[in-house]
């Protein structure tokens, strides 16, 4: 890979275009019809001054032009005008090494609208080819064509415990109400709690639950907002309190203890004075029992547990040392269908590992897309998954970039200090079915530090031990385990979200539909058979042992036949061919009966990934795990030959799990001693 690098320093005795005697001087630097950089605008000067460095990526021999050309504007409001400009053959740029000393800059004539030269206007102008090496690249402007590194933000999880609130006065419309329900935002996020009655006597409301929000470190999001709510629906704030999200303390101790606090509640719409004395009347009595924490224990991140790639939790001081480091090397993209009317693609690279989020360079206007960029990432736990996608960049600024396709490299399938040079087939799942886009060609490389330490990392769990401990998303419902996993991928929605909105602040931004496709965001979680048809062995398996032995009844209570619903009824009876007439209503249940299925697909899901990790211990995949269990086996082995089978039972520490004949009682056996 080479750069053209252009060093626009200054200008000098650059001749009044405008009618007003003005000059608005800036410079524009075109190698091709996709590179081109602008210099900033000095105002009312003849004799600028820029020192700008612009940097333009090609293939070594493959230039996308001739030549280079650098031109001098004035800027107006209607149209710009040519002061005058520069052509350089690109055979005739000088090559540098980055052991050279740097290239200093000559003065060249600027020429006119004809191609004349004059002798008063001129430019300080370096040019040169050169690498990444070359110490001008990091000083050098930004090109949206050039590679770049992201770094994420950390996220945290924000714990709010909300007790009880009391003193709630409810007046309006909403005085005949008794039902009252606590709201937190933070953002676009929103969590309510389960409306509970007030108390009459003592106007007290409790509600003793636990409400999980994500925030991304800096905490510049916003504040934090508690509303008390009475009545159905949306229903009326009746109090409401605003915390700054940086205020709140951070935990990430076992032992550290937050104690909840009373915190008065702010009416929203009587008028609030400051230095005002409570009168003891109205809402000024309102207060709020609560606990709020910034809880860096948990890892909160937009991928599932088998597809995690970054598993340490939020708070740094809970880091375990890295066991070693991966490194990938992309070397190009073949196979790429053309669009309509054999137009170029422009393709770029994402591989995403922890923190560290980068994008490569753009082939910009390339039949053989040729990357040949190398990169490291710092890993903590072979349990995780490097993602690379490929995307192509549309051409006008506005415009979405497509997905081509994604490739998941398991780093526990990796042996330590070895080379893979592999092609992974791009695959995109459309609705007329699987299309084989391309394929993309890496090199991967994963080293270890010790081997001790990466060995101990397979007697510890993927997730903080917090995550099992005490899960975000419990809950008490009856329908426990769909509850959580609907809850647990609220969160990862959540920690999406917030990940595209602070990768889109950043100065070049990276696309939400890039950070989506990454994260896997937006995928419809509604019934597929595709899906099921993967689990259905493996549910027949599990219903084997949970076979009804008695003659079939009907349980009055589990089939709910006392508390159906109309339309429910009205739906059971119709035929196949609907006999209902109503578009909506027919589009109402069938989007029902898919909600249903889809919840029992993701339990059914949650199956099949259990049971896809015993596959993958019996595939012999992973090569130190295979080392780990034939050590094992071989033990058990040597023990069970070595150690009698009498003797085993006789070293029972319990005797009452001995059998009968090796019990030390002799009152065990009739008529004597043993």
């Known amino acids: 890979m080479q750069y053209l690098f252009v060093r626009v320093v200054k200008a000098r005795k650059l001749p009044d275009v405008d009618a007003y005697g003005s000059l608005d001087p800036y410079v524009e630097v075109t190698f091709g019809d996709n590179n081109f950089g602008f210099t900033k605008c000095v105002k009312r000067n003849k004799n600028p001054e820029w020192n700008e460095t612009f940097a333009f990526p090609f293939e070594h021999g493959k230039a996308p032009t001739d030549g280079v050309d650098v031109k001098v504007y004035d800027k107006d409001l209607v149209k710009n005008d040519l002061v005058g400009k520069l052509h350089f053959d690109v055979v005739d740029i000088p090559q540098r090494s980055p052991y050279d000393i740097p290239l200093e800059p000559t003065w060249h004539e600027l020429l006119d609208g004809d191609g004349k030269s004059s002798a008063h206007p001129s430019l300080l102008v370096a040019i040169w080819i050169g690498s990444q090496a070359d110490e001008a690249y990091r000083h050098a402007w930004a090109s949206r064509y050039i590679p770049k590194v992201y770094e994420s933000p950390r996220l945290w999880c ?71 709510i009475a009545g159905p629906g949306k229903g009326e704030v009746i109090g409401q309190l605003t915390v700054p999200l940086a205020s709140i303390d951070k935990h990430g101790d076992d032992n550290q203890f937050v104690t909840p606090d009373w915190i008065p509640l702010e009416s929203p719409t009587a008028p609030q004075f400051h230095g005002c004395v409570d009168d003891g009347s109205g809402n000024s009595q309102m207060k709020i029992c609560l606990r709020k924490l910034l809880d860096g224990r948990y890892h909160i991140g937009p991928d599932t547990e088998c597809c995690i790639d970054d598993p340490r939790p939020a708070d740094r001081r809970l880091w375990s040392p890295r066991i070693g480091s991966v490194d990938l090397g992309i070397l190009r993209v073949i196979g790429l269908k053309e669009r309509d009317g054999n137009s170029p693609l422009n393709k770029y690279c994402v591989p995403k590992y922890g923190k560290k989020w980068v994008r490569t360079r753009t082939v910009i206007d390339g039949r053989d897309h040729v990357f040949n960029e190398q990169y490291t990432w710092d890993v903590y736990d072979l349990a995780t998954v490097l993602n690379v996608a490929v995307f192509e960049q549309c051409a006008k600024q506005d415009s979405g970039h497509r997905e081509i396709g994604k490739v998941r490299i398991h780093l526990s399938h990796l042996e330590t200090d070895r080379v893979y040079a592999h092609s992974y087939p791009l695959v995109t799942l459309l609705s007329s079915g699987a299309v084989k886009t391309g394929e993309l060609q890496l090199a991967v490389k994963i080293s270890v530090l010790s081997s001790t330490n990466m060995l101990f990392r397979y007697a510890r769990p993927i997730l903080p031990s917090i995550h099992y401990v005490e899960p975000l998303a419990h809950t008490e419902q009856a329908d426990l385990f769909v509850e959580r996993e609907i809850e647990e991928d609220k969160l990862r929605s959540q920690a999406a979200e917030i990940l595209a909105l602070r990768l889109g602040r950043m100065e070049p931004p990276l696309r939400s539909e890039v950070v989506a496709f990454m994260c896997k965001t937006g995928v419809n979680s509604m019934y597929s058979l595709r899906k099921m048809k993967l689990c259905v062995a493996l549910l027949a398996v599990r219903n084997y042992r949970r076979r009804p032995t008695g003659p079939p009844h009907i349980d009055y209570n589990l089939s709910h036949l006392g508390n159906l619903h109309p339309d429910e009824l009205d739906e059971e009876f119709d035929t196949v061919k609907s006999r209902c007439d109503n578009d909506g209503l027919l589009r109402m249940r069938y989007d029902r009966l898919r909600s249903i299925a889809g919840r029992v697909q993701t339990v059914v899901g949650d199956v099949a990934t259990e049971g896809e990790r015993f596959r993958s211990l019996v595939s012999w995949r992973d090569p130190r795990a295979t080392v780990i269990f034939e050590f094992f086996m071989l033990v058990a082995a040597a023990v069970a030959y070595l150690v009698p089978f009498k003797g085993a039972i006789a070293k029972e520490p319990y005797p009452q799990c001995r059998p009968y004949v090796f019990q030390n009682d002799g009152s065990a056996i009739p008529g004597g001693d043993r």
């Open 158 to 228: 924000l714990r709010i415990t909300i007790f009880e609130a009391q003193g709630i006065t409810v007046t309006g419309g909403n005085a005949g109400i008794t039902e009252v329900f606590c709201k937190a935002s933070l953002g676009n996020q929103i969590k309510m709690t389960r409306p509970v009655k007030m108390q009459m006597t003592t106007s007290t409301c409790i509600w003793n639950e636990d409400l999980v929000l994500v925030a991304a470190e800096p905490f510049f999001e916003g504040d934090l907002v508690v509303s008390v």
